[in-house]
T-cell receptor, first 111, second 115 residues
Framework: QKEVEQNSGPLSVPEGAIASLNCTYSDRGSQSFFWYRQYSGKSPELIMSIYSNGDKEDGRFTAQLNKASQYVSLLIRDSQPSDSATYLCAASDTGRRALTFGSGTRLQVQP | DGGITQSPKYLFRKEGQNVTLSCEQNLNHDAMYWYRQDPGQGLRLIYYSQIVNDFQKGDIAEGYSVSREKKESFPLTVTSAQKNPTAFYLC??????????????FGPGTRLTVL
């Protein structure tokens, strides 16, 4: 069974701080990785995708990928209370052309 | 506006009933997916379809059925064989061509409750 593991949290950070979210995956064949944000009672919305080793930045968000360690992370700079949500990590399942999702990390940004 | 719509937003099922959840997309995406999310948990794949008239079981297909007669539509039926169907159901789609063939976009979801 292919798996994506995340710490369930909650991860609590003060407003303005950097939030660091981490994820590991078991499928060495995965080529695509995604971070989704999910507010309570709502559907997931895509924040970032990353396909190559290294960093990818988009505004306050930076995704990091290390395929050798099978590790993906998301950094949120200048965290805002509106960033408080559950963040889902997903990895491509090449055998099925589907995504495998982690259980999510709940982030709380304290004003 | 292009997007994915799901209906109804809330659905209540009595014991022994079959119910059908609707999912429609006008993004011209080829692949469509159904997930189930239980409180505090991630998304589990129920069924998926890469092209019209073809679909595959995901990890938790028992008690569910789907059809894919049109590219735009991928309805999910929750049958009476599904013993614990209370959950949040999410439909997603993705293009099969272009630079983002794995990126999934989600509908707003249907919350199903068994009475």
């Amino acid at each position: 069974q292919k798996e994506v593991e995340q710490n369930s949290g909650p991860l609590s950070v003060p407003e303005g701080a950097i939030a660091s979210l981490n994820c590991t995956y078991s499928d060495r064949g995965s080529q695509s990785f995604f971070w989704y944000r999910q507010y309570s009672g709502k559907s997931p919305e895509l924040i970032m995708s990353i396909y190559s080793n290294g960093d990818k930045e988009d505004g306050r968000f930076t995704a990091q990928l290390n395929k050798a360690s099978q590790y993906v992370s998301l950094l949120i700079r200048d965290s805002q209370p509106s960033d408080s949500a559950t963040y889902l990590c997903a990895a491509s399942d090449t055998g099925r052309r589907a995504l495998t999702f982690g259980s999510g990390t709940r982030l709380q940004v304290q004003p | 506006d292009g997007g994915i719509t799901q209906s109804p937003k809330y659905l209540f099922r009595k014991e022994g009933q079959n119910v059908t959840l609707s999912c429609e997309q006008n993004l011209n995406h080829d692949a469509m997916y159904w997930y189930r999310q239980d409180p505090g948990q991630g998304l589990r794949l129920i069924y998926y379809s890469q092209i019209v008239n073809d679909f595959q079981k995901g990890d938790i297909a028992e008690g569910y059925s789907v059809s894919r007669e049109k590219k735009e539509s991928f309805p999910l039926t929750v049958t009476s064989a599904q013993k614990n169907p209370t959950a949040f159901y999410l439909c997603a789609s993705t293009p099969r061509t272009g630079p983002a063939t794995d990126t999934q976009y989600f509908g707003p979801g249907t919350r199903l409750t068994v009475l």
